[in-house]
């Protein structure tokens, strides 16, 4: 039966060593800063403000002042940065006169408002993502920046911290894949690294603070960890324009909280491209590291894969990037990649532009990602109540 097959059936595909092409990106130390500013913190409730300073001072930030909600989460963070003077109140930081910029990661729902005070304090602001929960907040946002012409920013570090999604986006607008189609967006999430470890602060619940399980607290799984999917659906597409065509969440396997959400996913059309971002609390101890984040874009004239954090069973090195257009298919290590936000969002806060962040995409993202929350199906499965 197989000698009377075509050859092309009877025979295994054959793939040729030089049809694969491998590189790693060259390295390049980071540019001395050519701006410097003060910035202060307000809030530090979530971890994610560690990497949010280290990017400002990598474009010549000058961290000088802290305040924070959690005397815990306080000693650790001046055990880091020692030098820097603590604030007794949020208005001790919003309303330094020598502070040009404040950093937050406070309870997401109370990210909003602290922003909102300090542009009208004259100071720019970068919040941890999610860093609007609700209509009623963005609405504010938006006056506020047009009040006072400050700028709002969200650090989506999915995308503006991962050296393989900066160099996606070069490949991207340089036309390597041509016009992007669709963006998919695979987002899992680990509640505790390990067994027994803490996550959160002290008296916190399950590896995580009280506010991770209240939806009201951390916006909801669309609207917190989604919100960096949604950028980045943005951000590829090109879309200026977006609607949310279906969203769900579900709580599957935490009962105990039944506020929360630990599985999620939305459908999105925007005017350059579509896009589906999937989101879970499931990732298994066995990966090694948070989430085996990848993304995939879809282009008319090839598509990219980004495997951010691990390359499971393969290697446990990230920033992975593959693609494959119309002549071969490659490989790109990415690790060796300059990430450009902190300078540009400096020199963005000096020179009063949009480089680092469009501030109209970074509101946009916000926007879809709350209605994705606000509008999404409640869904069960049948097995919950076994598990």
């Known amino acids: ?10 025979a295994p595909p054959v793939i040729s060593g030089d049809s694969v092409r491998e590189e790693v990106l060259p390295f390049s130390e980071d540019a001395p800063p050519q701006h410097s500013i003060k910035f202060g913190v307000c809030g530090i409730s979530h971890p994610h403000i560690y990497g949010m300073i280290e990017a400002v001072k990598r474009g010549g930030g000058v961290l000088t002042k802290v305040w924070a909600l959690e005397p815990e989460l306080l000693a650790a963070f001046q055990k880091r940065y020692p030098d820097v003077a603590v604030a007794k109140t949020q208005d001790e930081v919003i309303h330094d006169s020598s502070i040009q910029l404040v950093l937050s990661s406070q309870i997401a729902n109370e990210r909003a408002p602290i922003g909102i005070r300090c542009m009208k304090a004259g100071k720019d602001f970068l919040s941890d993502k999610p860093g609007i929960t609700t209509l009623e907040q963005l609405k504010e946002v938006r006056e506020t920046i047009a009040a006072t012409k400050r700028i709002y920013a969200i650090m989506y570090s999915e995308r503006l911290e991962v050296k393989a999604a900066v160099k996606a986006g070069e490949l991207i607008q340089a036309g390597a894949i041509g016009n992007v189609i669709q963006t998919i967006n695979i987002a899992p999430h680990q509640i505790r690294q390990k067994p027994g470890s803490d996550a959160g602060s002290a008296g916190s619940i399950d590896g995580r603070p009280a506010w991770f399980w209240k939806d009201v607290q951390f916006g909801g799984i669309l609207c917190d960890i989604g919100s960096h999917q949604v950028d980045q659906f943005l951000y590829y597409t090109g879309s200026t324009q977006a609607e949310v065509v279906a969203s769900q969440v579900a709580n599957v396997r935490h009962p105990s909280h039944p506020e929360f959400q630990d599985f999620g996913d939305m459908m999105l059309r925007g005017n350059n491209g579509f896009g589906y971002v999937r989101l879970d609390w499931f990732t298994p101890y066995g990966l090694g590291t948070w989430g085996d984040g990848r993304l995939f ?9 980004l495997r951010k954090y691990t ?56 926007e879809l990602s709350i209605k994705a929350q606000m509008h999404a199906t409640h869904a069960h499965l049948a097995w919950e109540s076994r598990a």
């Open 297 to 305: 874009v879809l282009g008319t004239e090839g598509y990219i894969e």
């Open 1 to 10: 039966m197989i000698s009377a097959l075509p050859s092309f059936a009877a």
């Open 311 to 366: 390359n499971v069973a393969v290697s446990k090195q990230g920033n992975n990037l593959f693609i494959v257009d119309q002549k071969e298919a490659r490989y790109i290590d990415c690790n060796n990649l300059t990430l450009p936000f902190g300078p540009q969002f400096v020199s963005d806060i000096v020179n009063r532009t949009h480089t680092a962040q469009d501030q109209t995409q970074c509101l946009l993202a916000a």
